[in-house]
């Protein structure tokens, strides 16, 4: 029995340690508010769990301040095209996104617009009607099989 509780306890600490280390959007992220920031990206990191951007936004009296933006992770990014080089460095972005609760310099992702007026949208929206567009045609493939038989 003391044997079991001797691999069991760090078993069950590392699963909390790992759990926790994934935070709720809700959490540190304000749904209800959107802000927008312009600056110049400094480092994208194209990386699981969360895509990162860093960037030094200058306001009105010239002071620089450097924002993280935080993104859905690779593999939902690159499912609708994204790809290390979608955001470069150097580059000047506009970005809108959630910011923290208690006002820090991060907002999660919402909408980035490149100096050429492109954009780049959530995975979400665009996954979804991929995923339904996919669900569609898969229904009318098995109806025309059906109807063959």
């Known amino acids: 029995m003391r044997l079991r509780l001797f691999f069991a306890i760090p078993l069950i600490l590392a699963c909390a340690a790992t759990a926790a280390s994934h935070h709720s959007f809700a959490a540190v992220y304000d749904e209800t508010r959107l802000v927008t920031i312009s600056g110049v990206v400094t480092e994208f990191k194209f990386v699981n769990p969360h895509a990162i951007m860093y960037m030094d936004v200058t306001d ?59 954009e780049l949208l959530p995975a979400g929206p665009q996954r979804s009607q991929t995923l339904e567009e996919e669900r569609r045609q898969r229904a009318l493939q098995r109806n025309q099989n059906q109807q063959n038989q």
Do not use: C, M, Q, Y
Not at 66 to 72: G, I, Q, Y
């Open 60 to 118: 009105a009296s010239g002071k620089v301040s450097k924002w993280t933006v935080e993104f859905a992770g690779r593999l939902n990014l690159s499912n609708v095209g994204w790809t290390a080089d979608s955001i470069k460095s150097g580059e000047r972005v506009t970005v809108t996104g959630n910011p923290t609760h208690i006002g820090s310099v991060r907002i999660a992702f919402k909408r980035l617009v490149h100096a050429d007026g492109t």
